[in-house]
């Protein structure tokens, strides 16, 4: 694949990413819009090899980042908050309330 190719797919795959890390949230989606734009026209006249790459690095690892680790949160009536939780979020175990010291706050949801 030639270098423009995998920059334009590149493009691409952020701007899908940005939208579903962002769904249902227009003024997100939109600064997300406007931002992976202005970074790509900023990067436009690399033509140093090493600083290009490093550059579709760091778009990789953004698009990594908005599908993996961005979670929207939605306030409820009661004023807590619920989590978008989706077939891509990461889940983990939580810490057991025994588990935790005594001696420091922990936070149990």
Known sequence: ?????QVLGLYRRLLRARVIAFENDA???DA?????KDEFIKNKE????????KAIRV????EKL???NVMQAQATES???RLNINERTPLMDN????????????IVV
Do not use: P, Q, T
């Not at 810490?95 to 922990?106: Q, R, T």
């Open 79 to 81: 004023g807590n908050y």
């Open 95 to 106: 810490a057991k309330l025994s588990e935790v010291d005594k001696g420091k706050d922990a």
């Open 66 to 68: 908005l599908l993996n």
């Open 46 to 53: 690399l033509d140093d090899e090493r600083k290009l790459n």
């Open 1 to 5: 694949m030639s270098g423009r190719a």
């Open 27 to 29: 003024v997100a989606i």
């Open 59 to 62: 778009a990789e690892d953004v």
């Open 32 to 36: 997300g819009r406007k931002r992976i």
